[in-house]
């Protein structure tokens, strides 16, 4: 099981896109946990989540660069399809990739607290 955890100043906010717009289901959430409030995000049966916390006393503030990625492998031309329509449905627009290697055959959303997500429509080669 991989946990991602990044703090936030965002955590409504985070919670529409991840759960939303993603697709994520909410897996836990609490408030005033030792001075922190945080959400837990994951895929059904997926071997990873995310979790945002919020300090009580702490502003977390934005992403540092634009190339700061969660890259999601889709092959499935349907799913990939899928999760880019999900994603503009409630309210995402595309992004341009920093990188352009990305938008060759994936699509970019930035996140509330401006860190990005790539769907890329092709399978890991390695």
């Known amino acids: 099981m991989l946990r ?6 965002n955590i409504d906010a985070l919670l529409h896109f991840y759960r939303d717009g993603m697709g994520f289901e909410l897996l836990s959430r609490f408030e005033a946990h030792n001075g922190f409030d ?19 006393s702490h ?5 540092p660069t634009k190339d700061n990625l969660l ?6 031309e349907t799913a990939y399809g ?3 329509d999900r994603m503009e449905a409630v309210g995402y627009t595309p992004v341009k990739s920093f990188n352009p290697w990305w938008d060759a055959e994936g699509v ?4 509330p607290d401006g860190y990005r997500v790539v769907f890329y429509n092709d399978s890991w080669k390695r």
């Open 59 to 63: 502003t977390a503030g934005r992403a």
């Open 108 to 111: 970019t959303f930035e996140d």
């Open 38 to 56: 945080g959400i837990i995000l994951g895929g059904s049966g997926a071997p990873y989540h995310l979790e945002f916390t919020r300090a009580h």
């Open 71 to 76: 890259v999601f492998y889709l092959p499935d």
């Open 4 to 9: 991602v955890a990044r703090p936030t100043d």
């Open 82 to 84: 899928q999760a880019r």
